[in-house]
């Protein structure tokens, strides 16, 4: 791929527009019951319609066989390498959230979980419990006291929250609690390096000290955490690409995400509907938009099937909203796979579309994993995806003599 400095040198300002429609885990894999992926069994005309005017294709997030988290993957649709750009979960989390996030601060992404009386992970998500008592169980983890540490925990949404460590020296060379999976017990966190060891033993104090907080909190009676990281210096995407980006998302770490790589963070309510009212409202101002949709993920984290075909369906049903506003590019995508049939991320690639007056149309025949592979895009590295939609938007000037 071709470096930002190269990048940086053939960007020009001009007034074409780029949407990027990420669908969150839009992949998937057939149901044993029909033989299809959510999205060949949704109704989607619109998008099948769409598909027929543009160019199509399957992303690998990362690297063909690596199953992405949710950061790696934006990242690199956003045309930043995540083996290069490796950023830690509990910063996205907790700048999305608004938190000033220090130089010296360790942060962390948490799971309020339930474990039973043996101490094995029964849910990994303590059956979502709603953000209202996230906030309750964060305001009584607060009051754990940590030698040397100002200890700051905050609810995310939901059973997720961010917990942030400020004092001197602290490392992010730790492994993770989260098993990953149910049935095991949180794991015990180590250092990856001897400089990390006082931090190690510090936050495995503060989980013993949840446990016992937590004890009579079923089903939220644990915690895990993963994502342990500290603010990092990445190229902002208007330095880039020259490029005045903006956000749309409800979810706390994807605006973290956002404004990590510079993009303005921009008001919305919740769904589709609204998300799509910000886009038109804030139109004029920008010309890139990142607009995110949370729901296909959930469903297909939680195995519903049915419930992330409905809202592939709510998406398609909205989107002559967008076409409205003509955009001179526009990409809808994934950032990676979630299968309900898994019930997790997956490795597998992710279909693409991106649509431009200056595209050779596919003219396939609907948006789908199966259609998406006869595209002419082919499969082709997640950080390719910029360059392109960059290129279609008349934004690169001619490279070379």
Known sequence: MIGFERIKEIAIETPSKIILLVMDGLGGLPDPRSGKTELETASTPNLDQLAARSICGLHDPVSPGITPGSGPAHLALFG?????????????ETLGIDFDLQEKDLAARGNFCTVDEKGLVVDRRAGRIPTD?????????????????????NPVREHRFSVVFRGDDLSAELTESDPQQVGLAPMTIEALSPQAERTARMVNEFVEKAKATL????????????GFSKYPNLPEMGEVYRLNPAAIATYPMYRGLAKLVGMKILPTGEGIEAEFATLR?????????????????SAGEDGNFEAKVK??????????????????????????????????????PVPVLLYSRWC??????EFSERACRSG?????????IMPLAMAYARKLNKFGA
């Open 80 to 92: 930043y390498d995540p083996l290069v750009y490796d950023i830690g979960r509990g910063v996205l």
């Open 311 to 348: 809202a592939i369906e709510e998406v398609d049903a909205h989107l002559p909203q967008l076409m409205g506003l003509a955009p001179d590019v526009l990409i809808i995508t994934g950032d990676h796979s979630t299968p309900a049939v898994l019930g997790a991320h997956s490795w597998h």
């Open 376 to 384: 002419s895009l082919g499969r082709l590295p997640a950080v390719e």
């Open 133 to 153: 008592r996230s906030s309750e169980l964060c305001q009584l983890l607060n009051k754990i006291h940590l030698d040397g540490v100002q200890l700051f925990v």
């Open 360 to 365: 050779r149309p596919d003219r396939l025949g």
């Open 215 to 226: 004890a009579k909190s079923r089903p939220a009676n644990m915690v895990l955490l993963r």
């Open 281 to 297: 409202q804030h139109y004029e101002e920008h010309d890139f938009f990142y607009v995110h949709v949370k729901r296909t993920d």
